[in-house]
Structure formats: C-alpha cells, structure tokens
C-alpha cells in the first residue's frame, strides 16, 4: 500500500504531530486491536525508533548519525482510543527524544567504557555480556523502525521514479 505524503503530512499537522508519531500510534493501536485483539495487557508494547541525531547536534560527519527510543505503550484498559494512543507517543517523543536526553544516553554509553571496572574484564567476556544484553533487547521490544528518512531522488531519474518501496529483513 502507498501513503500520498501530502494528504499524510496535512493530517499529521491538523493533530499537531509528525509523521512519525502518527505512524508510530498507528503501529501501536495495529497490535492492540489485532494482535492482542483489544484485550488489556500489563505487558507494554514497545517500539523502537530511530531517532537521526543531526538534528539535535551540530555534526559535519558523513556517516549515519543516530540513536534510538522506545515508545513503550501500556493497554492496561480496554477502552483506549486512537487519539490516547497518539498523546502518549507524542508526549514521550517530546521527553525523550531531546538534546539533552540524547546528550544523557551517549554520555552514559561512552563514559561506560572509561570505567575501570568494565577496563579490566577481559575482551571475551565483554563481548558475551553485550551479545546477551543485546538478545534481552531485541526480546523486549514488540516493533521497530528505520531511519529512512526522506528519500531524494537524483533529477535525471527524477522523471521516471514514481514510487519507492523499502523492505527491511
């Protein structure tokens, strides 16, 4: 199925978000009223975004320059709507993904590497912990995106390009 970006891109406006709020509550109310069929959970869902950091920090690096957030949403009711599912991601979009909150993450993870403890634990054992951290992690999150972003096509091919199609494995 294909999005037109402009009528996606006014509505999105018209509810005072970004796109990638309103596909994020989409994603979220698909797994509540689909997959667990409206029925209240104690289990959040939660989904992973990239968020691009070039928008947040001045950089002049070439490279892909991100981090990532989850939105964790909580159907602990049955009566949660659409538009409650939207105020929640957006609210925590607003809190989390910040300069100063992605200031905080990087500097946790890189002042991680400077501890004398985690210095001392030999390279194999490092290596074990981040593989099991990293399972935890990808067990703990219900869904995910890309950091895609806006795609420009070249204007020689620009004529013969009509739509894109992105599949990720």
């Known amino acids: 199925a294909y999005m037109p970006t402009k009528q996606i891109l006014d509505l999105c406006r018209s509810k005072g978000v970004s796109i990638t709020h309103y596909l994020t509550a989409c994603n979220g109310w698909a797994i509540f009223t689909e997959a667990m069929r409206g029925r209240p959970s104690k289990t959040p869902v939660n989904i992973l ?10 950089t002049t690096t070439t490279l892909n320059f991100f981090s990532s957030i989850y939105d964790s949403l909580l159907f602990d009711t049955p009566d949660i709507n659409f538009d409650d599912i939207l105020a929640e991601v957006k609210t925590q979009f ?15 993870t890189v002042g991680s590497g400077y501890s004398p403890f985690i210095r001392a634990v030999p390279l194999p054992l490092k290596t074990l912990a981040l593989r099991a951290i990293y399972e935890h992690s990808v067990k703990s999150s219900t869904a995910s995106y890309s950091n895609m972003g806006r795609i420009e096509v070249p204007e020689p091919f620009a004529p013969y390009i009509t739509a894109a199609a992105l599949m990720l494995s």
């Open 94 to 108: 607003e809190q989390k993904a910040t300069r100063e909150a992605m200031q905080e993450k990087i500097s946790y």
């Open 49 to 58: 975004i990239p968020i691009n950091l070039r928008g947040i920090s001045a």
